[in-house]
Nanobody, 123 residues
Framework: QVQLVESGGGLVQAGGSLRLSCAAS????????MGWFRQAPGKEREFVVC???????YYTDSVKGRFTISRDNAKNTVYLQMNSLKPEDTAVYYC?????????????????WGQGTQVTVSS
C-alpha cells in the first residue's frame, strides 16, 4: 500500500522560508514522478511543481525562483524548499505520485496523495 506523509508546514511571515517533506512508502519511489500541489480555501487544487523520475523539474510560474523541489531516493522523501514566501502562497500543500508518464500538472493524473500540510504566510 502506497502512503505519502507530508510535514513541515506552519505559520511564517512574508519573506520567510519553510521546507516541506513528503515521506513515501509502498512504491519504488525513484521510478515515479512526484508532484506538489496546493489548495487555498475556496479554490481548486493547483499544480506547484513536479520532479520527474529522470530528474527534470517543472515549476508553475508563480513559484519560479522561490521554490525548489528535490528528492532523496535513499530516504524515499521529496522536499519542497519555499523561500520568499508571500501571503498568496497560503494553502494546504499536498504531495502526490504521478500514475504514469513523466510529467503532468493535472491533479487527475496523480494517483496517490498525502493528507496535506497547512502553510500560512502572514503579511
Amino acid at each position: 500500500q502506497v502512503q505519502l506523509v507530508e510535514s513541515g508546514g506552519g505559520l511564517v511571515q512574508a519573506g520567510g522560508s519553510l521546507r516541506l517533506s513528503c515521506a513515501a512508502s509502498g512504491r519504488t519511489f525513484s521510478s515515479y514522478t512526484m508532484g506538489w500541489f496546493r489548495q487555498a480555501p475556496g479554490k481548486e487544487r493547483e499544480f506547484v511543481v513536479c520532479l520527474t523520475w529522470s530528474g527534470n523539474k517543472y515549476y508553475t510560474d508563480s513559484v519560479k525562483g522561490r521554490f525548489t523541489i528535490s528528492r532523496d531516493n535513499a530516504k524515499n522523501t521529496v522536499y519542497l524548499q519555499m523561500n520568499s514566501l508571500k501571503p498568496e502562497d497560503t494553502a494546504v500543500y499536498y504531495c502526490a505520485t504521478l500514475r504514469g508518464g513523466s510529467y503532468s500538472s493535472r491533479p487527475a493524473d496523480y494517483d496517490y496523495w498525502g493528507q496535506g500540510t497547512q502553510v500560512t504566510v502572514s503579511s
